[in-house]
């Protein structure tokens, strides 16, 4: 997750309750500062005394030359460099980027925010917004905190279901609404995960849940923020997950509740279109609500699928260990 901090030097205690009620990571005060912004909430403080120490645990650099371009190259191999300069167009932020995956931006709106957080596909680790402007503050961090990489999602043909034994499966319960098409990935194989749909819908059975997943049995492997995944059994209140709609578009999502139960069991099991088909598959509660997602964003029930529907799905390629992608040959069958 990109971090989103917020100037607030000199000390203005406007700017940090405004930061602290759009969702900032963080806030910079000036030295003396950090007892007085842990009085209004719960935030990470960068600053010479603060959570996070300014010249040590995090450096800050204003770029006026080739030499300090360089500078912050090397000292951003390791820990995060605040950049500073008058002319984004005379050093080139993409020569930063290029070079070290803990730049953090500074930036004077939205608009700079999102520039830096995209430019060569990758973007900078964060930004540090320096503004007075409070609807500035909320409209960067909408953005900042709904960013997130999107996915190629791809079609996938069912293969079959079969209905199995009892299990411990998981109900995600997020502190997010989602609308119809959207859910999150989940498989029994961390680089191949079908799209669950949330309970955003409305049955005879059960009245809609739209801040709930019924997501899949708790060995199952479920897709996080930066490019990682989680087992579903090892979540809990106050994790981040990843909500995914049918068009690979992702945000960020706070785990409220993870609810394990003993239910029912189904396996779903598809393939992907083309040769070499790869497989995949799913364990999930066998209940007339659980549903996967169709391409074009259409939640079904997979007691309605049969062999030859069409699902989504995001096929990976990578292995997992300790949900970190790695370069290693494994079946997971």
Known sequence: MKKFWVDARPWNKDIVTTALESGAHGVVVPLGCDAKVKELGLITTISEDGDLKLGDDVLEIKIENKSDEEKVALLGAHKPVIVDTTDWTIIPLENLVAQSDHIIARVA????????????????????????????????????????????????EITGVKSLGMGDRVC???????????????????????LVHAESLSNPYVAARPFRVNAGAVHAYIRVPGGKTRYLGEL????????????????PAVVGRAKVEKRPL????????????????????????????????????????????????????????????IQESIQEK
């Open 236 to 251: 809990c209140a106050g994790d981040d997950v990843l909500i995914v709609n049918h068009d690979g578009q992702t945000m």
């Open 172 to 194: 995600v319960d997020t502190c997010t609404n989602m609308s119809p098409g959207q859910g999150m990935l989940v498989g029994n194989a961390g680089g191949a995960m079908l």
């Open 266 to 325: 189904m396996l779903v099991e598809a393939q992907t279109l083309g040769e070499p088909a790869r497989r995949l598959s799913l364990v999930l509660q066998n209940a007339e609500t659980i549903r996967l997602t169709r391409p074009g964003g259409e939640a079904v029930s997979i007691v309605a699928l049969k062999p030859g529907d069409r699902v989504l799905a995001y096929l990976g390629g990578e292995a997992h260990h300790f949900g970190m992608k």
């Open 109 to 156: 709106n939205a608009d700079e925010a999102q520039t830096a957080i995209t430019v060569l596909e990758k973007g900078t680790a964060g930004v540090l917004l320096a503004t007075t402007d409070f609807n500035e503050i909320k409209k960067t961090a909408t953005l900042m905190l709904q960013h997130s990489e999107p996915l190629a999602l791809q079609e996938v």
